[in-house]
């Protein structure tokens, strides 16, 4: 069989709904566009772009991306009540393909909640799905925690589902309850015993609680699913969702023993969990399938031998099949923009003129203070440049820290504050509470610093240093980020950007906008 007889999965990407839904995961308005684009270029076939009736951002942000959608089909999530479909509907309706989805508990756990019969509910899905049918000839229908649903009840609601106008029926793993054998058993007895199941997509929606994500997705696509909804970095919920890169690596490299296709660049893979990282503020743990940092690393003596004499010997993938160029000395202080262009353009950034130039300058910049510049230093830079904007309300002009074991350590800094520059001392314990006190005291807060990490880009007591923080004030949540070869810097940096997007939000929010309060049992 040639790979485009094969059946197609539909690859339906949740990261900006169930991913966002992450404690802490919030992303900026700008930030949910970019990776849009990014999912859209990559070849997802349908984004969730967000859940429009959970707060106004959320709607803005499902409907820009509906409009700016190019190939993908774009879906907002809904509960089953006609003024969350309405409102989803408003959104999504911009898109060349939107689509509506909608969702109820179907297990006794999850009806209790309403406190809805069995009839009641049938009755609620008949009406929802048939309303949602009636604005979008494009209808996928959830049974929340359809694993934990007794079965004759699940043909029966499915059945209803399905007469009523779902053109896409989701059967979510929503706790990670499930097993494969039982993933896929499930498939089959709804494919065999509903009538009318041929005439619709199948999807198989999985959380990962205990870690059997991507078996039961794929186990779930033997058995005649035909959608994998799954997120980039497996972000989401708990322990997350079925993670992209993995069913869409798994189907394209064991693809004699799963012999189907998508329509994914996975040349582009490494990029979209780069960003989706950065924005989220999650990072990627090193040994994580496809994309940790260490996926592709041969650490011990016997593998490195193996790979350099055949690189099949421990390799099932090339990195390059993800977009991971081969690490190697990238640049050095005498290479020119041409240079930079090129190289930039092989990690898979292609940027506009002026951004090129502002990240020109800090490459030369960073050349002078580093022996070498690797392509991870020059991904953390293209990062940074796209995090930390020059316009914005706060700006690090100067940072001189003094510490060492002889305490208090001290902070001296000028912070511009809506374009005028203040200049600031304060001590604190340890140099980077010391630079953060300065920041306080020019630009008063009560947000609270709820996560702060640092990560070695590179190796070696020259590398740079990543830094993510998250801030929460009056239950609204931002992430900051930034590089440096100072690691205060790279701090102070981050912590500025996580106020400046806090400063954005304060203005486009109400309080309590990201402790996403909205039940998945409401009205
Ligand atoms: O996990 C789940 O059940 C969900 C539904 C809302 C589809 O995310
Ligand atoms: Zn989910």
Known sequence: MTKTDQPQVIIFDTTLRDGEQSPGATMTHE???????LLDEMGVDVIEAGFPIASEGDFAAVSEIAKRSKNSTICGLSRANLKDI????????????????????????????????????????????????????????????ATRTEHDYLCRVVEIAIKAGATTINIPDTVGYTAPRESADLIAMLLERVPGADSVIFATHCHNDLGMATANALAAVDAGARQIECTINGLGERAGNTALEEVVMAMKVRNDIMPYRTGIDTTKIMNLSRRVSSVSGFPVQFNKAIVGKNAFLHESGIHQDGVLKNVETFEIMKPSDIGLMAKNIAMGKHSGRAALRAKLKELGYELADNQLNDVFVRFKALADRKKEVYDDDLIALVADEQTNDAHEFLQLKKLRVICG???????????????????????????????????????????????????????????????????????????????????????TKAYINALNKLIVRRQKTAPGDDVKTITYHGE
């Open 31 to 37: 930030e949910k566009l970019e990776i849009a684009s």
């Open 86 to 145: 309405d409102r989803c509907w408003e959104a999504v309706k911009h898109a060349k393909s939107p689509r509506i989805h909608t969702f109820i508990g179907t297990s006794p756990l999850h009806r209790a909640i309403p406190n809805l019969t069995m009839d009641e509910m049938a009755e609620r899905i008949h009406e929802t799905v048939t309303h949602a049918r009636n604005l979008c000839d494009n209808v996928q229908w959830s049974a929340m925690d």
């Open 405 to 491: 074991t002889e305490g208090p350590q001290e902070a001296d800094m000028v912070l511009s504050v809506d374009g005028v520059d203040h200049h600031i001392d304060a001590t604190g314990d340890g140099p980077v509470d010391a630079a953060f006190n300065c920041v306080k005291m020019l630009f008063p807060h009560k947000a609270r610093l709820e996560i702060y990490q640092v990560h070695a880009v590179t190796e070696g007591t020259d590398a740079q240093a990543t830094v993510s923080v998250r801030l929460q004030e009056d239950g609204r949540i931002v992430n900051g980020s930034s590089a440096d070869t100072d690691t205060i810097v790279a701090s």
